[in-house]
């Protein structure tokens, strides 16, 4: 039976992909292209910042404080940091669209979104994308913890069973697969947006 919800990530689903904007930022800053995916991927302090920032524990202006010493880049880079990492993701108006379209034709749709500080999202258009939404820093839960996948079904009024989960990272996929949702491991819109169209039963596509 088709799927009556969809959630989805933000960063990496309705923008292009994150760890090219990261790459941009090494770059531009004289550090190894992989510095900072590799920081918050196999990297003990790296990703306790990154943590900590994604619930909350640190304001923005202490995290930028704390990654730039951490990348060893000099006291006076810290300022405006988390912009410049991200100053390379453009938003994917096809995957936008998409859950526009599924929302006006019925399906409940919701964003689970770990979150990098404040003041990050334009909370104006939410309305119009989504039926609820979860952004980890408001919510002191993150990503994969199944609890932000359940309050996320919570918001949009639905069972696990009934909704379908789209993220970027196949690691934040099973704690929703787990508790009964379909996933989607995101990499391109057309592909997404077809596996989209079948799981829901909804024409998505331009």
């Known amino acids: 039976m088709a799927r009556s919800g969809l959630l989805v990530d933000f960063g990496g689903v309705l923008t292009t992909n994150i760890f090219e904007s990261f790459q941009a930022f090494c770059e531009a800053e004289g550090l190894v292209p992989d510095r900072v995916r590799n ?115 919570e918001r949009i009024g639905l069972p696990p069973e009934e909704i379908v989960f789209v993220d970027d990272l196949r690691g934040t996929l099973k704690p929703a697969r787990e508790m009964g949702m379909a996933t989607v491991h995101h990499v391109r819109a057309q592909e997404t947006i077809a596996q989209l169209e079948e799981l829901l039963d909804v024409k998505l596509g331009r």
Do not use: C
């Open 39 to 153: 920081a918050f991927r196999s990297d003990d302090e790296g990703r306790q910042l990154l943590f900590d920032l994604e619930l909350g524990k640190l304001d923005d202006a202490e995290f930028e404080r704390r990654f730039a010493g951490h990348l060893g880049l000099a006291p006076e880079r810290a300022d405006g940091l988390i912009d410049r990492m991200f100053g390379g993701m453009r938003p994917d108006r096809d995957m936008e669209m998409a859950v526009v379209m599924a929302k006006r034709q019925g399906i409940r749709t919701g964003l689970i979104s770990n979150s990098w500080g404040s003041g990050r999202y334009e909370l104006d258009r939410f309305p119009d994308l989504f039926d609820g939404w979860v952004i980890s820093g408001q919510e002191g839960i993150r990503k994969p913890d199944p609890a932000i996948y359940a309050l996320g079904a």
